[in-house]
């Protein structure tokens, strides 16, 4: 048995070691950042430690417009992407010709490049010299007025935001949901048919269940996942997201390092933390509420 546990440290090893070079020692180094003051990349030297950086940060109007909009897009786009995916996965399941070449279509956002897909939200949203875009082509025929939701109102860049990260992010979640919908006992199924229980009922009661530790994954993974946005903001707004009014977090923390207002590694650690703060807090709230919603067969 002695022998069994050396070896199997042994295999570890490597994985230890790659664990603690990019992440263990990053996290270290990025906490320690956090709390020097006035601290100079150059010369490696600091004025003090305290908790300067945090508070200044905190009172930094464009960490708090990040913090807003980043609470937003998470707020909106996990639930919006995780129910739309549910019922796309539902209807998937429920179709037997075409499915894989159906299957294929919703999974091709998923494999197309970030950007270019964000240069394709931009010309169906962003008003030109030749057209208005074809949205607001929508709008003018549906009787509206044309919106700029690349450069206009908040809101309206804020709503192509969101349906940007929902259309990227739908794709994987399809592909687990149906994968999870397909793997339900079909026993459970024929059992209810046989007591003529209702589709909404067989939903709520067989297959919701049967996916749940699937859609937990896919809340978790979503939450995690919209705090760490940036690139979406960048491919729709371009890199002077401060000026456009919607920086994300993450954008924030990269700016302070390398943007207009770079240079600032001990700021950016900061926000760093916080934003490690707050993406812990969240998953272990859904943790908690996962024990007596989440049904392991």
């Not at 003018?140 to 940007?164: E, H, Q, R, T």
Request: proline share 4%.
């Amino acid at each position: 048995m002695e022998n069994n546990n050396r070896k199997a440290w042994l295999y570890l090893l490597p994985a230890i070691l790659f664990l603690a070079a990019f992440m263990v020692y990053p996290l270290i180094d990025v906490f320690i950042y956090s709390f020097e003051e006035g601290y100079n990349f150059a010369s490696q030297t600091s004025f003090g430690t305290g908790w300067y950086n945090f508070s200044y940060v905190l009172h930094d109007t464009y960490f708090l417009q990040a913090v807003k909009n980043t609470m937003l897009l998470v707020v909106i786009t996990v639930p919006v992407s995780t129910v739309l995916a549910i019922l796309i996965a539902l209807g998937l399941s429920s179709i037997k010709p075409l499915r894989k070449l159906y299957q294929t279509i919703y999974f091709l956002p998923y494999v197309t490049n970030t950007l270019a897909v964000g240069l394709v939200f931009m010309i169906l949203f962003k008003p030109t010299a030749y057209s208005d875009g074809l949205v607001n082509l929508l709008i003018n025929w549906f009787g509206g007025s044309s919106v700029d939701f690349i450069d206009g109102p908040y809101w309206a860049k804020m709503f192509v935001l969101c349906f940007y990260t929902i259309w990227v992010v739908l794709p994987f979640k399809i592909l687990l949901l149906t994968s999870a919908i397909a793997s339900v006992d079909q026993s459970y199924y024929n059992a209810a048919k046989v007591d003529g229980t209702s589709s909404f009922r067989i939903f709520y009661k067989i297959t919701l269940p049967m996916i749940s530790p699937t859609i937990f994954y896919l809340v978790i993974t979503g939450f995690i996942g919209a705090f760490k946005s940036y690139s979406d903001a960048v491919a729709l707004f371009g890199t002077d997201l401060n000026a456009a009014g919607m920086n994300t977090i993450v954008g924030y923390v990269y700016d302070m390092l390398y943007g207009d207002s770079g240079g600032y590694p001990s700021y950016a650690s900061a926000a760093a933390i916080i934003l490690f703060v707050i993406v812990l807090t969240i998953t272990v709230i859904n943790l908690l509420v996962s024990r007596k919603h989440v049904y392991y067969s």
